[in-house]
């Protein structure tokens, strides 16, 4: 087995248990797909995770430490002068916390009894006290990066479950939220040993009244003791679907073999008990 993929976790990270929490992933994962969210958080098999992305990972971390410098000294970074944010990084003790994957900033849903959390980005605020919501993304493409594709809703849906965690824990948010998109630039006469990027800062009014609908959706889902639905689009299912398939006639055989060796199995040790006894 890949020491990357542990399918079968311990039954106190399940649903029920008491280390569970909906993340804000595994929200878009039954969005995206009842089922795969079934058979992750009731139970306990999740999907193979991809790769890491090294060098978002990388971008994610740098821009963290330039804008912290300006958290630090309360200044308006560049990029917000450059595209009209009249804010600065918002200052807070808990923000490492809220950074931090399987931390994040939380609340309790009371009528569900979930834990929902998240980990961010950022934060900006206002002068007027106002907190955006601010998440970095980076890719490389040739033409200008936008968030019009099909694919980038669920970079909307992130941004609104953010912007819901923040209000749930009594901060004002405000509804526009930010992404710092980087582009990696693939322009350069030569690569020299560093990746140039293009940073552009995409603003994005958030709507979040379909969470606590949503959420209603995933308790029924994870009190039912039927399996739900497949995603529309889920490759997964597919995949398992169409392997199902293929190695149904190959099932068939073992079975029928299986059965013939028990009778073998059982003749042998008549046979043997009879042997014993005379």
């Known amino acids: 087995m ?34 795969c969210f079934y058979i992750d958080n009731k139970l306990g098999t999740a999907r193979p995770p991809g790769f890491p992305f090294n060098l978002n990972s990388a971008v994610d971390k740098l821009l963290k430490k330039e804008f912290d410098i300006h958290r630090n000294s309360k200044s308006t970074h560049p990029l917000m002068s450059k595209y009209g944010v009249d804010a600065i990084p918002f200052e807070h003790k808990k923000m490492d916390t809220w950074r931090e994957n399987f931390k994040g900033i939380d609340c309790f849903h009371a009528p569900t009894g979930f834990t929902v959390s998240g980990a961010i980005d950022d934060v900006w605020v206002s002068p007027k006290g106002e907190l955006h919501i601010v998440d970095y993304k980076a890719t490389s493409k040739d033409e200008e990066v936008t968030l019009d594709a099909e694919w980038q809703d669920g970079y909307k849906r992130q941004m609104e479950v953010y912007q819901w965690l923040f209000r749930q ?3 004002t948010v405000s509804d526009m939220g930010y992404f710092v998109y980087a582009n990696g630039r693939t322009d350069t006469e030569a690569f020299d040993g560093k990746l140039e990027f293009d940073v552009k800062v995409i603003p994005y009014v958030g709507k979040a009244d379909w969470i606590d609908g949503t959420l209603l959706e995933i308790k029924a889902c994870l009190d039912a003791d039927v399996i739900p639905k497949t995603g529309e689009a889920c490759d997964y299912c597919t995949y398992r679907k169409a392997v199902g398939e293929v190695l149904q006639p190959f099932i068939k055989k073992d079975v029928g073999s299986s059965k013939i060796s028990k009778a073998k199995s059982k003749d042998s040790e008549d046979s043997h008990e009879q042997s014993l006894f005379r």
């Open 2 to 35: 890949s020491q990357y993929y542990k399918p079968h976790r311990k039954v106190d990270w399940n649903y029920g248990g008491p280390r569970w929490r909906l993340s804000r992933s595994k929200i878009d994962l039954f969005i995206q797909c009842p089922r």
């Open 169 to 171: 824990n009594e901060f």
